[in-house]
């Protein structure tokens, strides 16, 4: 929300409205704000003993028709009866109306841009016999800063024509989530799946234990919490029945804090290993693909969706310039509970973005997983991102229209393969419209930005995809809700990702 700009550590007597035509009369409140923090205020509200007493005969003024006194009439009862016999109640209504007021009109009147709803203890707030009500709360505000210099910047911007070799590539990469995957009795390799039990352990102590994870011979093995390098070489000829041993460095974002950090023990034990048969481009196959009626269409779209996942990567490497020049003198601390809060909303943020782009679901969990190994550091970047972002957009009255909100649910829809009605329904239901909301104005910020920026194009080379990503913290406690898969779901899933990616 906006509002106007509040000058810490001072105190103020906002007095009633006296513009004419007013038709509510104004609250006169003593309000002191403090600053504990670049992004904290501590508020303390004083209410006048006349604001108190005049909406204490508003209240009774309504009441008295409608009163019911034992011994009377309804409605014929002495004005001093119903103050006795409804005191607490009518003191609980207008309190209640009071702090809902005070808020509001310290919203209007104060200079700040909250980020949270008001922390206040409505049980320790009571309405006096005599004297001022007073009452305090604290709030998350943006961060006031000096606005930088956004015009003009000197950016560089990856591109890239694809080439026929490109789209083999990843035709390739798209037809192995169409494969079949059968049993193998020999020795495994890249690129092949394993069955595994995965136990952790710390000084002997045991902190996670899986059963039956599907995962897929890759360089890396990307945990939540950490990450295995040289996964391929520690899997390489094992065959059902043998378990390799590693060990897996844990982050400082861990889940487990007293395992942060520290190197954990990780054993693995091959249930199964499978092999990946590829399907054949036959006519059957290219209609179950995407209703395609050759491969020269089905190429057409492949080279397509390859272009919308170098728009994704040259506006996260803009982004990036962008907001690097932009919050270099963005030094202000974040509250250690707000990180908390939003990491897992930036999580779904992320995530919205890469399925917008066009990436599968394997990519997704891989970009998912690095996101969470680092979640506080990256969550503060984009906070500090976002309310850069916010103050340009207000600057040059960006706002997102209905418009831009069935664009971004179609693409999503187009990516999962469900319809656009649904996805929609799940984001509100998950209450992420306003991370929508955001991921949209941004974008028209960057693309505002970008308009006003002068480029020079560099290369774009695509990382190889060499990482495999599990759902689960190796130092234990995860608190992930994402069920283990199987072999075949895991194949399943791409498939269904695949044929969304070329619809």
């Not at 009518?90 to 009147?109: N, R, V």
């Not at 976002?386 to 229209?401: K, P, W």
Request: with cysteine.
């Amino acid at each position: 929300m906006a509002a106007d700009e509040l000058d810490d550590d001072v105190k103020t007597d906002t007095s009633a409205d006296e513009e004419s035509g007013a038709k509510e009369e104004r609250l006169n409140l003593e309000v002191t704000v403090e600053s504990p923090s670049a992004c904290e205020r501590h508020v303390t509200v004083s209410v006048s003993r006349e604001d108190i007493d005049r909406y204490l005969d508003d209240a009774y003024n309504e009441m008295m028709p409608s009163a019911n006194v034992p011994g009377f009439r309804i409605g014929r009862a002495p004005r001093k009866l119903v103050v006795n016999q409804f005191k607490k109640e009518i003191g609980e209504q207008i309190k209640g109306s009071l702090l809902m007021d005070s808020l509001s009109q310290i919203s209007e009147e104060q200079k700040f841009t909250s980020i949270s709803e008001p922390e206040l203890n409505l049980e320790s707030v009571e309405v006096p016999e005599e004297g001022p009500m007073t009452f305090e709360f604290d709030i998350e505000v943006r961060p006031d800063f000096e606005m930088p210099q956004w015009k003009g910047l000197k950016l560089k911007r990856v591109v890239r024509d694809f080439t026929d070799e490109d789209v083999d590539q990843h035709l390739e990469k798209m037809l192995t989530r169409f494969g079949q995957l059968v049993p193998h009795e020999g020795p495994a390799g890249e690129g092949d799946y394993l069955t595994v039990n995965i136990v952790t352990t710390l000084d002997g102590e045991q902190l996670a234990h899986e059963e039956e994870q599907v995962t897929r011979i890759r360089p890396t093995l990307s945990f939540t919490d950490g990450q295995l390098e040289g996964f391929d070489k520690l899997m390489e000829g094992v065959t059902a029945g043998d378990k390799r041993s590693s060990k897996v460095e844990l982050t400082e974002d861990a889940p487990n804090k007293e395992a942060a950090g520290k190197t954990v023990e990780i054993e693995f034990e091959v249930l199964e290993v499978k092999k990946l048969k590829l399907p054949e481009l036959t006519g059957d196959f290219l209609k179950e693909m995407g209703d395609f009626e050759s491969e020269e269409q089905l190429r057409e779209a492949i080279r397509a969706n390859l272009q919308r996942q170098l728009e994704y990567e040259q506006q996260q490497q803009i982004r990036g310039q962008i907001t690097a020049m932009l919050t270099e003198s963005a030094d202000w601390d974040l509250p250690p509970g707000l990180l908390k809060r939003q990491s897992a909303r930036e999580l779904e943020r992320s995530v919205m973005e890469l399925r917008r782009a066009g990436f599968s679901e394997a990519e997704i969990r891989a970009r998912e997983n690095l996101l969470q190994q680092n979640s506080a550091s990256s969550t503060a970047k984009s906070l500090k991102e976002h309310f850069i972002l916010e103050r340009v957009a207000e600057e040059a009255d960006i706002e997102a229209e209905e418009g831009d909100f069935e664009q971004e649910i179609f693409l999503i829809a187009a990516q999962s393969g469900e319809s656009p009605r649904r996805v929609r329904a799940q984001i509100e239901k998950r209450g992420m419209m306003d991370v929508l909301q955001n991921q949209i104005v941004e974008r028209k910020v960057l693309e505002l930005v970008q308009d006003e920026a002068e480029f020079k194009d560099e290369p774009f080379e695509a990382e190889p995809l060499d990482v495999e990503a599990i759902h689960l913290a190796a130092g234990g406690d995860s608190g992930s809700n994402i069920p283990d898969a199987t072999v075949e779901e895991v194949a399943e899933t791409d498939a269904e990702t695949a044929k969304a990616e070329v619809s």
